[in-house]
T-cell receptor
Framework: AQSVTQLDSHVSVSEGTPVLLRCNYSSSYSPSLFWYVQHPNKGLQLLLK??????LVKGINGFEAEFKKSETSFHLTKPSAHMSDAAEYFC?????????????FGAGTRLFVKA | SAVISQKPSRDICQRGTSLTIQCQVDSQVTMMFWYRQQPGQSLTLIATANQGSEATYESGFVIDKFPISRPNLTFSTLTVSNMSPEDSSIYLCSVGREAEQFFGPGTRLTVL
């Protein structure tokens, strides 16, 4: 069975300071991992994905995430937060099962950015 | 990638009625997924729909409440039956390709 845990329901940072959104996963297979962002009243946007290539994944808008198999983690980081980064972030794990795959969303982390 | 459209984009319905949501993909896909996002919550998988077979429902979701059709490789519908205010959510269609999922814009449903 697969699962994903986002360790913080809310994270608050000041503009210009680093962002860290934590995600741990469990999977019976070699997983694919994703981070999505959802701005208020907007659709889901893919930030980045890990699919068994490089463990450090760079995404859009300056975000990156590192896949650490030993720690079963896939934390999302950004060196310097911008006001426009305020949104809901979802960590997602996807397995290949029986020729298809199943995707599980984490509960989400709401990022607040203070001026 | 995949471009997904959903109809309607939003609707306000009376309790006890049913609403059918359509999902159209710009290319053929094997697996299509339906999710629900309740207000302030994460996405929950309702069911997986493969063309030519019955949909597979997740725990807590049943076919009588959420019947799904998948008549071809580019189209699917989800019906929310006998609606109650608790069904007020965003319903999203998604397709999978090479272990990545692409999401439609969602259908925002309000049940009065």
């Amino acid at each position: 069975a697969q699962s994903v845990t986002q360790l913080d329901s809310h994270v608050s940072v000041s503009e210009g300071t680093p962002v860290l959104l934590r995600c741990n996963y469990s999977s019976s297979y070699s997983p694919s991992l994703f981070w999505y962002v959802q701005h208020p009243n907007k659709g889901l946007q893919l930030l980045l994905k890990y699919t068994s290539a490089a463990t450090l994944v760079k995404g859009i808008n300056g975000f990156e995430a590192e896949f650490k198999k030993s720690e079963t983690s896939f934390h999302l980081t950004k060196p310097s937060a911008h006001m426009s980064d305020a949104a809901e972030y979802f960590c997602v794990v996807s397995d290949g099962v029986g020729g298809g795959f199943k995707t599980i969303f984490g509960a989400g982390t709401r990022l607040f950015v203070k001026a | 990638s995949a471009v997904i459209s959903q109809k309607p984009s939003r609707d306000i319905c009376q309790r006890g009625t049913s609403l059918t949501i359509q999902c159209q993909v710009d290319s053929q896909v094997t697996m299509m997924f339906w999710y629900r996002q309740q207000p302030g919550q994460s996405l929950t998988l309702i069911a997986t729909a493969n063309q030519g077979s019955e949909a597979t429902y997740e725990s807590g979701f049943v076919i009588d409440k959420f019947p799904i059709s998948r008549p071809n490789l580019t189209f699917s519908t989800l019906t929310v039956s006998n609606m109650s205010p608790e069904d007020s959510s965003i319903y999203l269609c998604s397709v999978g390709r090479e272990a990545e999922q692409f999401f439609g814009p969602g259908t925002r449903l309000t049940v009065l």
